[in-house]
């Protein structure tokens, strides 16, 4: 199974096309998933489900989510759009992804933890 984290635009820009992605393709969505570091803003995974078997998509908001103690704004709206299509919610606290040296080793990283606690399936 080959996952590919694509990254949605910046701004409002990325919360308008999860908007979009959630409202049109919420049958193709697996769950999402928060990711929380350490006084940083959240970074948020849209899990779809595999494609032809072998390929799965994971549209991310990276660390473009505010929150604190389960507020900001974009975290309620998130949220919301989640529960209004019964999407499942994972949240859990990860490393800092200022401690690697770019997005796609943060990624690679990711991947690693989210198949361990069989969130996404298993490379094969």
């Not at 991310?60 to 989640?82: A, F, H, L, N, R």
Request: aromatic share 12%; with cysteine; glycine share 8%.
């Amino acid at each position: 199974m080959m996952q590919k984290f694509i990254v949605l635009g910046e701004g409002y820009g990325d919360v308008f096309e999860l908007e979009a992605i959630i409202e049109h393709n919420h049958h193709r969505i697996d769950k999402g998933i928060f990711l929380h570091a350490d006084e940083r803003p959240a970074t948020f995974v849209l899990v779809m489900k595999p494609v032809r078997g072998n390929f799965q998509t994971l549209y991310t908001i990276y660390q473009g989510v505010p929150y604190k103690d389960g507020s900001g704004k974009k975290y309620q709206m998130i949220s919301e759009w989640c529960t209004a299509h019964d999407l499942p919610i994972v949240e859990f606290k990860t490393r800092d992804p200022e401690d690697f040296h770019d997005k796609e080793q943060f990624f690679q990283y990711i991947t690693g933890v989210l198949r361990l606690n069989n969130l996404i399936p298993p490379l094969t």
